[in-house]
């Protein structure tokens, strides 16, 4: 079976792009694996199928699948590589769309100088909508939790994005336990669904450092996610000011957020790798 596709990436943070609605495809968790390995696929963090609208408020679908195989609810650097993906397919002509999401509808718009803007939504912080099983009781939306992460008691600030994240202020990115503490923390039997692990480090009231560990990737260069989950944990904590830099491993984002109730704005590049066709097998294991 022969499938066209884009290799994007934002900040580094890679994907593989299809669209679904000129080519009948809908992969399994097995052909994800494939497309997504870096030896004997063309390998991606995640990957993003474009579809039709299934909501009439919107205008396309948009699914992500990581690359362990599973498919997640959102993906703020997948969303900005996806307005640019439809633009340059001519599936659309307008600047700002609406896509349907499994956690609800985005709104990304493609900028004059070329970066994208993304309505991220609404953080949610109850337990219950990331989710996540509070030891202070799951009516408690207090913005630092306590997790023990093997020997140790860790001060986390758990939200949704659309998809759970727990961040935690470190001193020094560089040195930060991500290779470690990043995988204990997205298995944590406190998160029934998986969790990214984000390792905050303040620079100023409006500049962060920022490594997260993304559920069923591993390390990425940069999470989009995460940095919307990072900056309303830091403005909640009243260390960081809206709007916020957010320098990552693969580059700079802009993260502006006016305070509970209102919605994360990011902003950021997107960029286009290259076009090709890969022949998966019907049978991929």
Known sequence: MKIQ?????????????LDAI???FVPNAAQVRFLADRHFGVG????????????????FRYRIFNADGGEVEQCGNGARCF????????????????????????????????????DMG???????????????????????????????????????????????VVEDIDTAPVGVDGPSIESHARFPQRVNAGFMQVAGRHAIRLRVHER?????????????????AGIRRDLLDSPVQVQTRGGLLTIA???????????GPATTVFEGVIDIPEDTP
Not at 46 to 59: G, S
Not at 91 to 117: D, F, H, W, Y
């Open 122 to 168: 609404v953080p949610r912080w109850l337990p219950n909508e990331i989710p996540f099983v509070s030891p202070l009781g799951e009516t408690s939306d207090a913005v630092i939790q306590p997790l023990q992460v093997g020997a140790r008691e860790v001060a986390i600030s758990v939200v949704s994005m659309g998809n759970p994240h727990a961040v935690q």
């Open 44 to 59: 991606c963090d995640q990957l993003l199928v474009v579809e039709r609208a299934q909501r009439a408020d919107a205008d």
């Open 22 to 24: 000129n080519q009948a």
């Open 83 to 118: 307005v640019r993906f439809v633009h340059e397919h001519g599936l659309t002509r307008q600047k700002e769309i609406r896509v349907e999401t499994k956690c609800g509808i985005i709104v990304p718009r493609l900028e004059a100088n070329g970066e994208v803007s993304v």
């Open 216 to 232: 069923g990737a591993g390390e990425t260069l940069a999470c989009g996610t995460g940095a919307c989950a990072a900056v309303v």
């Open 5 to 17: 596709f884009s290799k994007m990436h934002g900040l580094g943070n890679d994907f593989v792009v």
């Open 257 to 267: 957020w006016d305070g509970p109730g209102t919605s994360v704005l990011m902003t």
